[in-house]
């Protein structure tokens, strides 16, 4: 591992950040389910999150609260994986939370309840971390996707760049559109 610019790379100079996902949630919109835990497209939401970054994370840091902490401790038996307990105050709150707890810069923070284009993905993190701030937050049809990168401390001057290759669950809408792209990508045949 290098570090060029101070961003670390690996031998073949591919990004490795600190990861951030936000799992904590109460899932309020869906009725209350542990949205990281939904299956769609075969597979949990925090799984599709967690394949994306797997090629830009040398670490992944998973907040989880009493709302999802035995559906989603799981994930942390993995050795590049560790867990942070939040009070599930709210986003924004367990956001400010784990920023101070994780000091590593820049920090990619990603939902645990989207699924995004993995090669997407990459790229606008990419130009992201040539942005002239101290924080970009990456938009959908302009509204905010939860993945954020974090260049320096935990506020400052921020860019909004697009990112149209993610599909946020939020609400019963959002997993019919999923479901819909799962059907195409299928053929018409759901993968399960």
């Known amino acids: 591992m290098m570090?060029?610019?101070?961003?670390?790379r690996d031998e073949h100079g591919a990004i490795r950040l600190v990861c951030l996902v936000m799992a904590g949630g109460r899932g309020s919109r869906l009725g209350g389910v542990v949205k990281p835990t939904l299956r769609v497209c075969g597979?949990?939401?925090?799984?599709?999150?967690?394949?994306?970054l797997q090629g830009l994370c040398r670490s992944v840091v998973i907040a989880v609260s009493g709302y999802t902490l035995n559906a989603v401790q799981g994930y942390c038996v993995n050795p590049n994986v560790e867990c942070v307990y939040t009070p599930g105050s709210g986003y924004v709150e367990d956001?400010?939370?784990?920023?101070?707890?994780?000091?590593?810069?820049?920090?990619?923070?990603?939902?645990?309840?989207?699924?995004?284009?993995?090669?997407?993905?990459?790229?606008?993190?990419?130009?992201?971390?040539?942005?002239?701030?101290?924080?970009?937050?990456?938009v959908a049809r302009g509204e905010p996707t939860g993945f954020s990168l974090f260049l320096s401390g935990e506020d400052g001057t921020w860019t909004n760049m697009q990112l149209t290759c993610v599909l946020d669950v939020d609400e019963p809408r959002d997993l019919m559109e999923v479901e819909k792209v799962c059907d195409s990508m299928a053929g018409g045949r759901r993968q399960e």
């Not at 570090?3 to 670390?8: L, M, P, Q, T, Y």
């Not at 597979?43 to 994306?52: D, F, N, P, Y």
């Open 43 to 52: 597979k949990t939401l925090i799984e599709h999150v967690l394949h994306a």
């Open 3 to 8: 570090v060029v610019s101070g961003v670390a």
């Open 95 to 138: 956001l400010r939370l784990c920023l101070r707890l994780v000091r590593n810069r820049p920090l990619l923070v990603a939902p645990s309840d989207a699924i995004v284009d993995p090669a997407c993905l990459a790229n606008a993190v990419a130009q992201a971390l040539n942005a002239n701030s101290d924080i970009v937050t990456f």
